[in-house]
Every structure is written in structure tokens, then in C-alpha cells.
């Protein structure tokens, strides 16, 4: 069924990020399929994070690029380990949200060896 000109058509990302001809394992977490050949080979409509078009959220390359250096600052430093009783099923909101809390154990990393050691309570 064509779609008039001008209409405006709601995608659901949820759904989009989900589907099994776009992606392997559209249910994993799997962050190397957006690595090199791989991230390369992906569809320009295939992952939205930030929607598209004249609502694209303004501040998307900022979000990414803060997003890479509070990981790296974090991650340089601290280990995090699931410590929550299941994991949390996602739930669709406005944005993508965890059903439960997300109860996290974060040591801190030796400087020495890069292994975790007891962070103070």
C-alpha cells in the first residue's frame, strides 16, 4: 500500500534493532558487530539510536563521544559485576529501560595488575 507524501510514519526501534533479517542474534549483546568490517557493513537505517531524519536528536554525536570517555575513565579503574538476583528483561518506555534495578558490585582495579581489589563501602 503506498504512503501519501509528506506522512508521517512512526518506527518502532525497538522492533527495527530487533529484526532478524538486519541482524544475527538480534537478542544478544554483541557490541563487536559494530567493529570494523562489520560496523561498516551496516545499514544507515538499520540502527537508530538517536531516530533520524527532522527530529534526530541534536546532541547525538556529543552523547556518543561523552559516552566513550565516562566508559573509558570508568572502565580504566573499576570492574563492574552483575550482583542483582536475575537479569532485568527489557521494558520499552519512552527509552529503553531495565524491568528491575540494576544492582552492580564495582571494585576498584589495582594500579599494579589492572585486578580488582576491595573498594572501600
Known sequence: MPIPANTDVPVSTWLLHRHRELWPEPDEFRPERF?????????????LPFGIGPRVYIGARFAMMKMAIVLAVLLRDLKFQFAGHRHPLPV???TL???VDVAMKV???SADTGT???AAP
Open 107 to 109: 571494585t576498584r582495579r
Open 92 to 94: 520499552m518506555r519512552i
Open 35 to 47: 567493529l570494523g568490517e562489520a560496523g561498516e557493513s551496516i545499514s544507515r537505517f538499520a540502527y
Open 116 to 118: 580488582p581489589v576491595r
Open 97 to 99: 529501560q531495565p524491568d
